[in-house]
């Protein structure tokens, strides 16, 4: 079985590690989100993909679910004593030793397609992760701060702020002139399934279909999309999407969340059982809907719910 998924950070890793003990004889590809990306320190940052590989390389700090296991910040609290800013986005040591080896490879000219493979052969992690582009796209965030809109960088928003100001637009600056890395639609035209797993629907998955031709590979590719929610009980599972889906004027519930993917790209949406009545209103907007238990307490509580979404797929794809 050829799957394809697209994945922003937390979220996606966790669920992905779930799909390959579900499916441990499938052929899986990840299109990983990089509107995260940032520059930082005069090194490329990329949270989204990074967060996949050593969530599924066995190095992910487990407790936080981003950055390195047994991490120090020896460096940083250098570059804090130079007065260095910004100090409130946290790279550990360990990190940024995969920053200075990718910026190497890409200051050398090599892809950021290219680059995210030579990083994969240390971490192996079991699945093929290719990032949307290797053109440069950095979501910014448009809020009002002292008074005056500005638009900021979405790590700013989100790490340094913890999305405390409201957000009136989102825009995924480069995507409209960028162009999908090599291999992503060819992933797309070849999977068995297609799955949007419970991450971000504005800034993780929401960037990826940005990206002008992944849209429309997905809704050509003739095989079944199913896709989890993030919110449950009108609330995101973790994090703060309900701050940027109101800046696109969704509303933070399961259902909205589906009417805002579409019937056009979406075939089949699971819903948490505490979201059940959900379920007529999803189906109303075209898509097929069911309730199933969606909270990743662990590995085999996301085993449990990757299963519920391929074999809703084998459904969707009878009817």
């Not at 697209?6 to 890793?13: D, K, V």
């Not at 130079?82 to 550990?92: K, T």
């Not at 030793?97 to 290219?114: D, E, N």
């Not at 002008?212 to 973790?238: K, T």
């Amino acid at each position: 079985m050829r799957i394809v998924v697209l994945a922003g950070g937390i979220g996606g890793a966790r669920f992905l590690r779930g799909l390959k003990k579900a499916a441990p004889d499938a052929d899986i590809t990840v299109i990983g989100n990089t509107g995260d990306d940032i520059h930082l320190f005069g090194l490329k940052v990329c949270p989204d993909l990074d967060t996949v590989m050593y969530t599924l390389g066995g190095g992910i700090n487990e407790e936080q679910g981003w950055g390195r296991s047994d991490e120090t910040f020896h460096l940083k609290q250098e570059l804090a004593e130079y007065g260095v800013e910004p100090q409130w986005f946290g790279l550990g040591d360990r990190d940024f030793a995969t920053h200075i080896v990718r910026s190497q490879m890409l200051g050398a000219g090599y892809p950021l397609s290219a680059v995210t493979e030579a990083l994969c052969d240390r971490w192996q992690p079991g699945v093929r992760l290719i990032p949307m582009s290797d053109d440069r796209i950095e979501t910014h965030v448009a809020v009002d701060i002292d008074g005056e809109r500005r638009a900021i960088h979405f790590q700013e928003y989100w790490v340094r702020l913890r999305a405390s100001v409201p957000a009136h637009a989102v825009v995924p600056v480069g995507a409209e002139q960028s162009k999908p890395a090599p291999g992503v639609l060819e992933a797309l035209s070849e999977a068995d399934v297609i799955l949007f797993p419970p991450s971000n629907p504005v800034v993780s998955i929401g960037t990826i279909l940005a990206v002008p031709g992944i849209r429309e590979a997905i809704a050509d590719a003739g095989v079944p999309v199913v896709g989890l929610s993030p919110i449950v009980g009108d609330a995101p599972v973790r994090g703060m999407a309900d701050k940027v889906l109101a800046a696109v004027g969704v509303e933070s519930s399961a259902a909205a969340v589906a009417e805002h993917y579409g019937s056009g790209l979406l075939d089949g949406w699971l819903v948490d059982e505490v979201d059940a009545a959900a379920v007529e209103r999803v189906e109303a907007a075209g898509i097929r809907c069911r309730a199933v238990p969606l909270m990743m307490t662990d590995l085999d509580a996301a085993a449990r719910m990757a299963r519920e979404a391929l074999t809703f797929a084998e459904e969707v794809r009878t009817v």
